[in-house]
Nanobody
Framework: QVQLVESGGGLVQPGGSLTLSCAASRSITLYDMRWYRQAPGKERELVAA???????EYVDSVKGRFTIARDNARKTAWLQMNNVEFEDAAVYYC??????????????WGQGTQVTVSS
């Protein structure tokens, strides 16, 4: 079963902007949330993370360009991507430390959303 669902991916020009969304089912209690990405031939990379309290961290390559945010009540997270670069092209995955049903300390994933950067 899909625990998280990403949306918002698509084609964007270099220098453009795109917002990715992540929605969780009601059976999931979310703790720390993260966005990962994976480009062809490369390992999965942690892009951004946010705690329930709003503390954030970013990989150096996206600092100043990407912003992660969340709405705890709606069980939703976003990744705002500004001034995108060719190197940002990848499949982006939402991830959360979560309680799934009655199982604590679980790791929830979405199926990914494709971001293509092209002029």
């Amino acid at each position: 079963q899909v625990q998280l669902v990403e949306s918002g991916g698509g084609l964007v020009q270099p220098g453009g902007s795109l917002t990715l969304s992540c929605a969780a089912s009601r059976s999931i209690t979310l703790y720390d949330m993260r966005w990962y990405r994976q480009a062809p031939g490369k390992e999965r990379e942690l892009v951004a993370a946010i705690t329930r309290g709003g503390d954030t961290e970013y990989v150096d390559s996206v600092k100043g360009r990407f912003t992660i945010a969340r709405d705890n009540a709606r069980k939703t997270a976003w990744l705002q991507m500004n001034n995108v670069e060719f190197e940002d092209a990848a499949v982006y995955y939402c991830n959360a430390k979560a309680t799934i049903g009655v199982i604590p300390r679980s790791n929830a994933w979405g199926q990914g959303t494709q971001v293509t950067v092209s002029s």
